[in-house]
């Protein structure tokens, strides 16, 4: 697919070495084109996190190739895949990790601010109104609720204008009425930004926001999705579940 931002080819990664080895991916490929919305989901330990840190140029896979916006990751220095990730790639994690200190304007700005670059002054503004959080730029991440806290992590996620946003669980720790408000808003950033999101997700309702649904199992892709329905996808999810139950 020529469109594709995110390209993995044949991506291993094993941990350890001999009886105690590992393979956690097991030749994983996989075209992601730009401006669509996918969920990874699996039974625990399939290789759902390991997916998103290689693919994201967080870890090295083993084997194969993972190429963003057509660079190849693993001739990359550390320092150039630092970069890359700075200036490519997005993060939203489970645990919002705003830091306390600072107010919800400077945490969205902070990425970029340590990078060196100078940011317009109403960026953070425009991004935080956005994503319907005008006005309370000036508050500190404790005086915010739990999906205003993940909001903020999102406009800090999108201040550098990233290739792909990685979501990590992103609604994990939130009651479900604000995680659909975060998944309305992701949904809408690829809708009307084009923005290309890749979320792993316990939750089919969740999962039934993304465009597609990669389920995983013992680190290969076993199925895959379109047009996800929360039904559809908890029952696949619960087949999967099952077998990996009976093997372990
Ligand atoms: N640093 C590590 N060292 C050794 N083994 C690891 C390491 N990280 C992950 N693994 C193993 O690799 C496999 C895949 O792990 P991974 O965390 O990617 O799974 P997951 O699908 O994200 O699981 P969960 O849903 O429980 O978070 C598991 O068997 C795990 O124990």
Redesign the pocket.
């Known amino acids: 697919m020529d469109d594709a931002v995110l390209r993995l080819d044949n991506v291993s990664r094993t941990?350890?070495e001999g009886d105690t080895m590992?393979a956690?991916l097991r030749g994983v490929s996989r075209d992601f084109a730009a401006g669509t919305f996918t969920a990874v989901m699996?039974?625990?330990?399939?290789?759902?996190?390991?997916?998103l840190h290689c693919a994201s140029g967080l870890d090295r896979p083993s084997g194969g190739e993972v190429r963003l916006d057509g660079r190849a990751l693993s001739g990359l220095s550390d320092d150039a895949l630092t970069e890359l990730r700075r200036e490519s790639i997005g993060f939203v994690f489970q645990s919002f990790n705003l830091v306390p200190s600072l107010s919800a304007e400077q945490n969205v700005l902070l990425p970029l601010t340590l990078a060196g670059a100078r940011p317009p002054v109403d960026l953070a503004r425009q991004l935080l109104a956005s994503i319907g959080l005008g006005g309370l730029g000036a508050r500190m991440p404790a005086q915010l609720s739990g999906g205003q806290q993940q909001r903020v992590a999102i406009a800090r996620a999108l201040a550098a204008r990233p290739a792909v946003l990685f979501g990590d669980e992103p609604t994990g720790a939130l009651d479900s009425t604000t995680a659909r408000t975060v998944l309305t808003l992701l949904r809408w950033m690829v809708d009307e930004h084009g923005q290309t999101t890749i979320m792993?997700t316990?939750d089919p309702v969740a999962a039934a926001h993304a465009d597609e649904v990669i389920l995983?199992a013992d680190?290969r892709i076993v199925d895959v999705v379109t047009a996800p329905t929360a039904a559809v996808v908890a029952k696949r999810m619960a087949v999967l579940e099952a077998a990996a139950g009976a093997v372990a």
């Open positions: 941990y350890g590992v956690a699996g039974p625990s330990g399939s290789g759902k996190s390991t997916l792993v316990h995983l680190g």
